[in-house]
């Protein structure tokens, strides 16, 4: 997504909040591995990365992972995980 358009960028922020909202019994459950596994397929050893910015150019992913809401809904899975790797 180009970065020239702040009105595209606030509205998919904005959409990502809603789907945060509406995916929370998801999240709740899983979402720290979803929210890794996301994150190692765009900053992995082949991955392009969330933000290029002499191009301009932010993936969209970059907003679901940086999301305030979806971090604090991964929070529980991330507690369960931690709990069972004890």
Same mark, same amino acid.
């Given at each position: 997504?180009?970065?020239?358009?702040?009105?595209?960028?606030?509205? +998919?922020?904005? &959409?990502?909040?809603?789907?945060? +909202? +509406?995916?929370? %019994? $998801? @999240? @709740?459950? &899983?979402?720290? %591995? +979803?929210?890794? =596994?996301? !994150? #190692?397929?765009?900053?992995?050893?082949?991955?392009?990365? *969330? $933000?290029?910015?002499?191009?301009? !150019? $932010?993936?969209?992913?970059? *907003?679901?992972?940086?999301?305030?809401? *979806?971090?604090? @809904?991964?929070?529980?899975?991330?507690?369960?995980? =931690?709990?069972?790797? #004890?």
């Amino acid at each position: 997504m180009r970065t020239e358009n702040a009105l595209r960028i606030h509205a +998919l922020s904005c &959409a990502v909040t809603v789907g945060a +909202l +509406l995916l929370a %019994p $998801v @999240l @709740l459950v &899983a979402g720290a %591995p +979803l929210r890794g =596994r996301l !994150w #190692r397929h765009h900053q992995g050893e082949h991955g392009r990365g *969330f $933000v290029d910015k002499e191009a301009g !150019w $932010v993936s969209p992913a970059y *907003f679901v992972v940086t999301n305030v809401v *979806f971090q604090a @809904l991964c929070v529980p899975s991330e507690y369960v995980l =931690r709990r069972r790797r #004890r």
